[in-house]
């Protein structure tokens, strides 16, 4: 089993539909990310959490919003999805006091707004 | 502001070659740098892991500079299989929780 599991890996919604993607990780790491990947424009970074009471806004957090229900655990959810937000969303942890900040990615989940 | 650019875009190389892919960033005020390898419809998987204090990381047939003065990086693939190719990235990391990625090289090696 992966370390790092997304659901759902693919999703077609429409315009206006709230949309969760779930996050489960079973490396033990507190640190938690929502990333976004665009063709052209690389990673960019949505959402991250310290631990299950600390949430802070990456560089792109405008429509989103997430949820830390436990150590292992981080959503991201769009309230109400738009076009613009067809993207491949990668969710990743890290460890930085033993690891250094490596970062683990899951394989990702497609998300198309229509 | 950080930003990372990695070229070419897309390098085809025959089989058993040895190859570099670059890696260069505008601020050297870096925490690490890292590369990973993204195969089509899967995450990444981190690669090699470079910090700031260090100029180099090996891997296997792999291995990955770090120059921060001139602010590059570049990963070294020796003898080169069909099975390396993949997308290559890179990003950079300012020790604020805040990584930048590059865009990626597309490797494809020809058997």
């Known amino acids: 089993d992966a370390d790092v599991t997304q659901t759902p890996r693919n999703r077609i919604t429409k315009t206006g539909k709230r949309i969760m993607l779930e996050c489960s990780q079973t490396?033990?790491?507190?640190?938690m990310y929502w990333y976004r990947q665009d063709p052209g424009l690389g990673l960019r970074l949505i959402y991250y959490?310290?631990?299950?009471?600390?949430?802070n806004k990456g560089e792109i957090s405008d429509g989103y919003s997430v949820s830390r229900q436990a150590q292992a655990k981080f959503s991201l959810s769009l309230e109400s999805a738009i076009p613009n937000q067809t993207a491949l969303y990668f969710c990743?942890?890290?460890?930085?006091?033993?690891?250094?900040?490596?970062?683990?990615f899951g394989e990702g989940s497609r998300l198309t707004v229509l | 502001k950080q930003e990372v650019t990695q070229i070419p875009a897309a390098l085809s190389v025959p089989e058993g070659e040895n190859l570099v892919l670059n890696c260069s960033f505008t601020?050297?005020?870096?925490?690490?740098l890292q590369w990973f390898r993204q195969d089509p419809g899967k995450g990444l998987t981190s690669l090699l892991l470079?910090?700031?204090?260090?100029r180099e990381q090996t891997s296997g047939r792999l291995n990955a500079s770090l120059d921060k003065s001139s602010g590059r990086s570049t990963l070294y693939i020796a003898a080169s299989q069909p099975g390396d190719s993949a997308t290559y990235l890179c990003?950079?990391?300012?020790?604020?929780?805040?990584?930048?990625f590059g865009t990626g090289t597309r490797l494809t090696i020809i058997p």
């Open positions: 990743a942890t890290s460890d930085p006091g033993t690891l250094a900040g490596e970062l683990f």
């Open positions: 490396k033990g790491h507190d640190r």
């Open positions: 959490s310290f631990d299950v009471k600390d949430i």
């Open positions: 601020d050297s005020a870096i925490y690490n």
């Open positions: 470079i910090q700031s204090s260090q």
């Open positions: 990003a950079v990391s300012g020790g604020n929780e805040k990584l930048t």
